[in-house]
């Protein structure tokens, strides 16, 4: 199946195959697809040229932007995805801190990078903090760089960074992890312990930037992070990545300080460039417009319960999950708190699921069941999602879950 094009929430195949669109370019069209301003503006732009590696109008008024919205952005650097947002981070912390081992938390995804794919999918779970990488090609003493800790465990945190502080220049956290919420004090909790210790927070913000909060998850749970990545849905659909912190961080990058010490390498021919940054300032603004987050929130209310009726419905046992224009659906009976919690659940189920949907017009990731809500859609969407998920469930995933 090839797709041909989008607009709103529906996409088309090359044979004509219309569906409605779950996923949304992995949450990076948090406006859906082909939204007017955002064409306009791509469209003015790339008349005007489309990368100069340099700064552009666009590209300033776009780090402005950041720096109003977020908390953290004392200063702002674009790239051109969240890998490579990610891989950045850690580097500057790692360049500031002279410290080479960060700590993520089991199952995050940070990008396709080596934090990113360190115990993304890890089969072994093996004793915490052991990492196991889950592409090869990844080295092992880049595994060796990586600390591991479960999720919403500030205890098993501690212990690890305590034992290994002086070797430790980051951590990294998906402030929502995946779909998994912290847990009331857990981000507050990393903030103090990583403060304390001289350990720079790194928020991956990537997916919750300005789709959790305009000001993303630092707004959002309060908690503001020493350094930011961004990407997705700042791009407003087009290529973008971003890495916004504190000032004596991110003056690592400074052009001017090549030869010194601390100084940082981060170089990207397309990244922040005039394109990206035009559609990315014409999202932007159509966020700020009032009620948006509002209306992301109550659709996102609106699929998990709606999901949770459907599965009731169907005497399936399942824990629906998510935040604001987010959810995942896990086929577990035990509560989801992280990634173990959540590694007994039922996968082929899951799968059964992901491709019932798909085969009644549903359009999401098959390896995922995050699903990605945007402004476009519409109640009538979500009833056409519950319906395709009831008779999924009814014809497709008629068996009991297996004993635990
Ligand atoms: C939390 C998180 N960080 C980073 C990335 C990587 O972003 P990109 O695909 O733009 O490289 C993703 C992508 O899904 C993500 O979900």
New binding site residues.
């Given amino acids: 199946m090839v797709l041909d094009r989008g607009d709103g929430v529906a996409v088309w195949d090359t044979e004509g195959r219309a569906f409605t669109d779950f996923t949304m370019g992995?949450?990076?069209v948090l406006l859906g697809h082909a939204h007017p301003a955002v064409v306009e503006a791509a469209r003015a732009q790339a008349g005007r040229g489309s990368n100069f590696a340099y700064v552009s109008a666009p590209a300033l008024a776009l780090a402005e932007a950041i720096a109003r919205a977020m908390p953290c952005a004392e200063r702002v650097r674009f790239c051109a995805?969240?890998?490579?947002?990610?891989a950045y981070a850690v580097r500057l912390a790692r360049a500031f801190t002279r410290r080479p081992k960060v700590l993520k938390f089991e199952g995050?995804?940070?990008?396709?990078n080596e934090v990113?794919t360190v115990s993304l999918f890890p089969r072994r779970l093996l004793e915490f903090p052991a990492g196991e990488p889950t592409s090869a090609g990844v080295n092992a003493d880049a595994v060796a760089d990586i600390l591991v800790a479960p999720f919403n465990d500030l205890a098993a945190v501690t212990a690890i960074l305590e034992a290994q502080r002086a070797q430790v220049a980051a951590v990294i956290v998906?402030p929502l992890h995946r779909c998994t919420p912290p847990r009331p004090g857990f981000l507050g909790g990393l903030r103090e312990l990583t403060a304390e210790l001289g350990i720079l927070l790194l928020f991956?913000e990537?997916?919750t930037g300005f789709r959790l909060a305009y000001g993303g998850a630092q707004e959002y749970y309060g908690v503001r992070p020493d350094v930011a990545?961004l990407?997705?849905a700042l791009g407003g659909g087009y290529?973008i990545?971003a890495v916004a912190g504190r000032a004596d961080v991110l003056d690592l990058v400074r052009e001017d300080r090549l030869g010194e010490a601390g100084y940082v390498w981060f170089a990207s021919s397309l990244g922040g460039n005039p394109v990206s940054t035009a559609a990315g300032l014409a999202a932007l603004g159509e966020l700020r417009k009032p009620g948006t987050y509002e209306r992301l929130f109550a659709l996102g209310e609106r699929l998990r319960g709606g999901l949770r009726d459907v599965l009731a419905a169907a005497g399936v046992t399942a824990q629906v999950q998510g935040d604001g224009p987010l959810a995942a659906v896990v086929f577990t009976d035990r509560e989801v708190v992280d990634y173990r919690s959540a590694f007994r659940s039922d996968r082929a189920m899951a799968r059964r699921f992901l491709l019932g949907l798909f085969r009644r017009g549903i359009f999401l990731n098959p390896m995922s069941t995050k699903l990605y809500l945007s402004l476009a859609h519409t109640e009538a969407d979500l009833a056409r999602f519950l319906d395709a998920a009831q008779a999924t469930l009814r014809e497709d995933c008629a068996t009991t879950l297996p004993p635990a």
């Fill in positions: 992995w949450g990076s995805s969240g890998t490579e947002a990610t995050a995804y940070h990008g396709a990113g998906e991956d990537t997916v990545a990407g997705k290529p990545g």
